[in-house]
């Protein structure tokens, strides 16, 4: 399996920016394709944001469209998530997972991740 760590973690005001990184070792970061996932404290951890590792086509939790971007280098084994207009409900441990071959079936469920990096702290509050 890939090791997968998280930065880019922290505190920021609403209204503003962090961005995210997830640095893959022990092989490329999938054949397929990664994602993120956050984990609020009493709630389920959630689908945020996912990229197609060939076609770089992305998908993303309805209320983060347009605020949120995924993206991926490949040269870096390296996948990122810029976070702008953060609001106090994006408030969350940040995960980033390697997809499995079954990947492209449901991009959204955790079932389809194999590798799951340890997390970050993002807090958005004033």
């Known amino acids: 399996q890939v090791q997968l760590v998280e930065s880019g973690g922290g505190l920021v005001q609403p209204g503003g920016s962090l961005r995210l990184s997830c640095v893959a070792s022990?092989?490329?970061?999938?054949?397929?394709?990664g994602g993120w996932f956050r984990q609020a404290p009493g709630k389920e951890r959630e689908f945020v944001a996912a990229?197609?590792?060939?076609?770089?086509?992305?998908y993303y939790l309805d209320s983060v469209k347009g605020r949120f971007t995924i993206s991926r280098d490949n040269a870096k084994n390296t996948m990122y998530l810029q976070m702008n207009q953060l609001k106090p409900e994006d408030t969350a441990v940040y995960y980033c997972a390697a997809g499995s071959q079954s990947w492209v079936y449901n991009v959204r469920s955790k079932r389809f991740y194999d590798s799951w990096g340890q997390g970050t702290q993002v807090t958005v509050s004033s």
């Open positions: 990229i197609n590792w060939n076609d770089e086509r992305t």
């Open positions: 022990g092989r490329i970061f999938s054949d397929y394709g």
